[in-house]
């Protein structure tokens, strides 16, 4: 299996713009994660979908950020318009619950991401 | 409320002696505990995992986990570390809020392991 797949792998932007950060997640699996990872607040989840269903959204920071599952192997984490703040590394995980087993969360490589 | 505490920022060792990096946690339940690798500009790697059974987890790379309930304690140890070890390790706790089998995790804020040669 070719694992998480998260493109782009960095971005450069200047602040107001829209950025779109996409994931695939393992084929198969039923649970997708996004997380940001900054020095200030280390790692955090900002949402995940569960059968392509938005489940928790409480980590997302403001209005300015988005996140859509279309299909079981796409997703994407929007921000608009985006602010130095939000320069940050961003990853997408998935997971797969079977039979009741928890199951390892999988991460992709990470957007990077810097807003100027 | 629950949470993760790794309480090194870093942790220095020579190759080929035993390392440890510490994690401990507090979650009203029973905890799922797990371990993860990062390397420079990599995402994280899965290294083990604690469900239940045996307090000795083995892992990935010679990495074991020792699960101790009445320390609420999960550190990571490998008997003999080596220079590619070196990387950012990350301790991180199932949260029990949530129902059913759910892999919302509560991640800590990761110890940076350093093996010199």
């Known amino acids: 299996d070719a694992g998480v797949i998260q493109s782009p792998r960095h971005e450069v932007t200047e602040m107001g713009q829209e950025v779109t950060l996409r994931c695939k997640p393992i084929?198969?699996?039923?649970?997708l994660f996004w997380y940001r990872q900054t020095m200030m607040r280390g790692l955090e989840l900002l949402i995940y979908?569960?059968?392509?269903?938005?489940?928790?959204d409480s980590g997302m920071p403001e209005d300015r950020f988005s996140a859509k599952m279309p299909n079981a192997s796409f997703s994407t984490l929007k921000i608009q318009p985006s602010e130095p703040r939000d320069s940050a590394v961003y990853f997408c995980?998935?997971?797969?619950?079977?039979?009741?087993?928890?199951?390892?969360?999988?991460f992709g490589p990470g957007t990077r991401l810097l807003v100027l | 409320a629950q949470s993760v505490a790794q309480p090194e920022d870093q942790v220095n060792v020579a190759e080929g002696n035993p390392l440890t990096v510490k994690c401990t946690y507090s979650?009203?339940?029973?905890?799922?505990l797990f371990w993860y690798v990062q390397y420079p500009n990599r995402g994280l790697q899965f290294l083990l995992k604690?469900?239940?059974?045996?307090?000795l987890v083995k892992g990935s790379y010679g990495f074991e986990a020792e699960f101790n309930k009445s320390q609420t304690s999960f550190h990571l140890k490998k008997p003999s570390a080596l220079v590619s070890d070196s990387a950012l390790y990350f301790c991180a706790v199932r949260d029990p809020s949530w129902g059913g089998a759910t892999n919302k995790l509560i991640f800590g804020t990761g110890t940076l392991l350093a093996v010199q040669p």
């Open positions: 979650v009203s339940g029973n905890p799922y």
């Open positions: 979908f569960n059968n392509n269903v938005p489940i928790d």
């Open positions: 604690y469900i239940t059974g045996d307090n």
């Open positions: 084929s198969g699996h039923d649970y």
């Open positions: 995980a998935s997971s797969l619950l079977a039979g009741g087993s928890l199951q390892t969360q999988y």
